[in-house]
């Protein structure tokens, strides 16, 4: 018998976290998208720092990310956090 969180084990293991990110990357359109993927979601930096790098309104970023999340929700569908 599987243990519930045997999906949790396999998930967390770096190579795996490593293939979904690459193909959540190649999800996204533009190279924008994509650094705010990288920049606010994995390393985990504020969304006016983001802004202020791409020379942007924060309002656009906090947009962009929106629209991230829904490309990327996908990825989500079959294991819920």
Partial sequence: MKKDNDYDLFAQSPFVLDLIVIRMLKTLDNPIEKFLFC????????????????????????????????KLSVYKKDYNM
Avoid: P
Avoid at 54 to 69: A, D, M, P, Q, Y
């Fill in 39 to 70: 920049y606010v979601f994995l390393l985990g930096n504020h969304q006016k720092d983001a802004a202020e790098i791409l020379g942007i309104h924060e309002t656009n970023v906090s947009r962009r990310l929106k629209n991230i999340r829904i």
